[in-house]
């Protein structure tokens, strides 16, 4: 969509916006593998016949703030692209690679923090 419809990859390219919103994207990514690596694990355990506890308080807890902290993400990608769209913050001077930055350490980042964290959980 970026390249072929609306108004081009020179105009998303200059918008800091955009990159909030691939790094809100990113995000919601990255912290969508904890409670999908901690409930695959549980069920995966469960279908081999092992024996599996209830969530701890612990555990739920966690949950609770990862899967918060991507509804908050998910909210706050609408007021992106309806500032995006209108040109807040546009400048032509700045460049891209400075955008994919935090969105690429958001992403691989906070997705290595969360995979390890689910894959390491003790409670």
Do not use: C
């Not at 072929?4 to 919601?28: C, N, R």
């Not at 469960?46 to 918060?68: E, Q, W």
């Not at 500032?83 to 930055?101: C, E, K, N, S, T």
């Amino acid at each position: 969509r970026v390249v072929q419809y609306g108004k081009g990859w020179d105009f998303y390219a200059h918008e800091p916006i955009f990159w909030v919103k691939m790094s809100l994207t990113g995000v919601i990514l990255a912290a969508s593998a904890f409670p999908a690596i901690t409930i695959t694990g549980r069920s995966l355990a469960k279908a081999t016949g092992r024996d599996v506890p209830p969530f701890s308080p612990a555990l739920v807890k966690r949950m609770t703030s990862v899967v918060n902290a991507e509804l908050l993400a998910i909210v706050s990608i609408p007021l992106t692209a309806t500032l995006m769209a209108r040109g807040v913050l546009y400048a032509d001077w700045f460049p891209w690679p400075v955008g994919v930055a935090p969105a690429a350490l958001a992403t691989l980042g906070l997705g290595f923090k969360y995979s390890k964290e689910a894959l390491t959980w003790k409670d």
